[in-house]
């Protein structure tokens, strides 16, 4: 299980152009922090900040403790594993 603790409710939409058609387009960002595990099976002692999308029309996730959902983990067009950022609510565990 990976863990996320999620501290925060806000997003941020950072402006932009598309480089290719010159249209402004906006996506919307949460902060989220990854309790990583080494190889050796040891977690980190302080989890690390990173930044996902949150999907059109749908909530930022509320604060608390959260695993990183299998059914996020997918090949990608170049059958590459990826990651998309879902996450499910560990119970019992309210930051």
Known sequence: ????SITSD?????????PKTQK?????LQTGYL???SVDGEVSEIPSKFEFFVEDGKPAY???TYALA????YL??????AVRIILTPL???KD
């Open 1 to 4: 299980m990976i863990k996320v």
């Open 10 to 18: 806000k997003t941020f939409t950072p402006p932009g152009i598309s």
């Open 24 to 28: 402004p387009y906006t996506f919307r």
């Open 35 to 37: 309790h990583e595990v």
């Open 62 to 64: 509320p604060r608390g």
């Open 70 to 73: 299998d059914s996020g983990v």
């Open 76 to 81: 990608d067009r170049d059958g590459k594993p």
């Open 91 to 93: 119970a019992g565990k």
